[in-house]
């Protein structure tokens, strides 16, 4: 049995854009099995604060469902339609917090014993999606940049352990002017693939850091000390809703995730549409990772991570900075201050994030024409890795990081 049928009606607090492709495609709305339009309408609310890239997914998947005969249709959705129905959450409203009713949906599926059952079908579902709208090819090969280390006069482990296999490691890096010389080549790059007036409108190449972070116009910036205040808030909220009676895990996700940038000091001005989504976006980092708000290390592995599932840059710049020291959690969770940064244990957590930010960007498309570079700051050693570039090998020759940058073009 079908659940209720939507209507224009039920879709009025949504925000104008995401109100108008839901509206415009009703229709197909109507079509979709129950648990598989939750899934779709928590994704579409937020549709004005997504990112170009995940727009773009969004609305060719609408086009494609859309396009498809009534049978070809039927048997892709088969796996959800098969899916047995908890008559308490065929409701009228449900469609105002799709977030909140897909995790009724999720705990109604662990309890039915439905859950593999869903996964297979989300599975097959997202194959074939990714298939039949696949995402677009860079208009320049994609650069990955880390700089790792800062406060680490030897790390007390041989760096790069894990790329080295796969690139060149230089041991005579010119360290003078380095990173500047890295940041000019991100902009320079961000300038280059300008086509219109609108520069960074396209959020094609990041600059993340985990400390303070250098002015890069041309980038789509963030970093872990400019979130400061939002971090100490999000904190003091968390703090709050540990402390109340009947707050168990489940619930203070909720809790986080209907959070809204300006709850917590994100705010704009006027209303302009760029700075919103980068203001949500930062706040997604905040409320959905886990230990982005404590650890200066975790928010930038995690922003990388974001950002490359998210927006798929053409550049990322990570510069990683020290973190806090380990401390007991209800400390770390209050957002005292006066930790003692760990610069040792912080370069273990940058080497690996390194390594991480290296295979998802190697998910995107145009893999095999991918550059990357990780370089420890201020001492004299990078790895590059790239085409033609010979992987396992060691480099000894003087170069300042314009060098490096010739070699990776």
């Excluded at 230089?170 to 940041?183: E, K, S, W």
């Excluded at 928010?299 to 380990?326: I, K, M």
């Excluded at 570079?373 to 003087?398: K, M, Q």
Aim: hydrophobic share 40%.
């Amino acid at each position: 049995m079908r659940p209720l049928q939507s209507k224009t009606t039920d879709f009025e607090s949504y925000p104008p854009q995401a109100r108008r492709l839901v509206t415009e495609n009703l229709g197909l709305m109507q079509q979709l099995p129950f648990h598989y339009r939750a899934v779709l309408l928590r994704e579409l609310i937020n549709y004005d604060w997504k990112l170009p890239a995940e727009r773009q997914r969004l609305s060719g998947q609408l086009t494609y469902l859309g396009q498809l005969p009534k049978e070809e249709l039927t048997l892709l959705m088969q796996g959800f339609d098969s899916l047995k129905m908890n008559p308490d959450l065929e409701k009228a409203g449900w469609t105002a917090n799709p977030s909140d009713t897909l995790e009724q949906i999720t705990a109604w599926l662990w309890s039915s014993h439905q859950m593999d059952a869903f996964r297979q079908a989300a599975d097959n579902f997202s194959s074939t999606i990714s298939a039949a709208v696949p995402s677009r090819q860079p208009s320049q090969p994609r650069l990955g940049i880390v700089a790792i280390g800062q406060g680490v006069t030897h790390p007390g482990f041989p760096l790069f352990r894990k790329l080295r296999p796969h690139g060149v490691y230089l041991r005579g890096i010119q360290a003078q002017g380095a990173f500047d010389m890295l940041l000019a080549e991100a902009q320079r790059r961000a300038h280059g693939s300008v086509t219109n007036a609108a520069l960074v409108e396209d959020f094609l190449h990041w600059y993340i850091d985990g400390g303070t972070a250098y002015p890069a116009p041309a980038l789509t910036q963030i970093s872990y000390a400019a979130l400061d205040r939002v971090r100490q808030a999000l904190l003091q909220r968390t703090q709050q809703a540990i402390e109340s009676r009947g707050m168990g895990p489940e619930r203070l996700r909720s809790l986080l995730v209907q959070l809204r940038p300006e709850d917590v000091g994100l705010t704009t001005s006027g209303t302009e549409q760029r700075a919103a989504v980068l203001n949500h976006f930062q706040l997604s980092l905040l409320a959905e990772g886990s230990g982005t708000q404590i650890f200066s290390t975790t928010f930038v592995q995690w922003g990388a991570r974001e950002c490359l599932r998210r927006a798929e840059p053409e550049t990322l710049l990570l510069r990683f900075a020290p973190r806090q020291q380990q401390q007991p959690m209800n400390t770390m969770l209050s957002g005292q201050k006066g930790s003692v940064p760990d610069a040792q244990g912080s370069i273990v957590d940058a080497d690996m994030g390194a390594y991480y930010t290296w295979l998802n960007m190697r998910r995107l498309p145009g893999a095999e024409h991918l550059r990357f570079l990780v370089y420890f700051e201020g001492r004299n050693e990078a790895l590059i890795l790239g085409p033609g570039l010979p992987g396992g090998t060691t480099s000894d020759s003087s170069m300042d990081m314009q060098g490096v940058l010739k070699l990776l073009s």
